[in-house]
Nanobody, 117 residues
Framework: QVQLVESGGGLVQPGGSLRLSCAAS????????MGWYRQAPVQERELVAT???????NYLDSVKDRFIISRDNGKNTVLLQMNGLKPEDTAVYYC???????????WGQGTQVTVSF
C-alpha cells in the first residue's frame, strides 16, 4: 500500500512559479514510476510528467521546457517544479504512483493550482 500526500498548490500570476511536492509512504517507493497528472473543470485527467525508478522522465508537450519532475528516493518524495505558468495550467494536480507487475496504481487527494491575475 502506498499513500500519497500533495502540497504546494496555490494562486500564482501568469509567468510565475510553483513547486508541488508529493510525500509517499510505503517501503518500496523507489520501485514505482511516479507521476503528476492534472484535471481542469469539465476536462479529463491528463498526464503532466512521469519519472521512472531509474530517473527517466516524460512530459506533456505543452509543459516541456517549463516543468521539471524529480524524485528523492531517500526522502520518498517527488517534486514538480513549474515555471512560466500560464492560465491554461490551472487545474487540480494529482500525484500518482504506478507499479506494473503486479499492477498497483495509487493517487493522492490533489492540490489546486490556479494561474490568474
Amino acid at each position: 500500500q502506498v499513500q500519497l500526500v500533495e502540497s504546494g498548490g496555490g494562486l500564482v500570476q501568469p509567468g510565475g512559479s510553483l513547486r508541488l511536492s508529493c510525500a509517499a509512504s510505503g517501503r518500496i517507493f523507489s520501485n514505482y514510476r511516479m507521476g503528476w497528472y492534472r484535471q481542469a473543470p469539465v476536462q479529463e485527467r491528463e498526464l503532466v510528467a512521469t519519472i521512472t525508478s531509474g530517473g527517466s522522465t516524460n512530459y506533456l508537450d505543452s509543459v516541456k521546457d517549463r516543468f521539471i519532475i524529480s524524485r528523492d528516493n531517500g526522502k520518498n518524495t517527488v517534486l514538480l517544479q513549474m515555471n512560466g505558468l500560464k492560465p491554461e495550467d490551472t487545474a487540480v494536480y494529482y500525484c500518482n504512483a504506478y507499479y506494473g507487475s503486479p499492477v498497483r496504481n495509487y493517487w493522492g487527494q490533489g492540490t489546486q493550482v490556479t494561474v490568474s491575475f
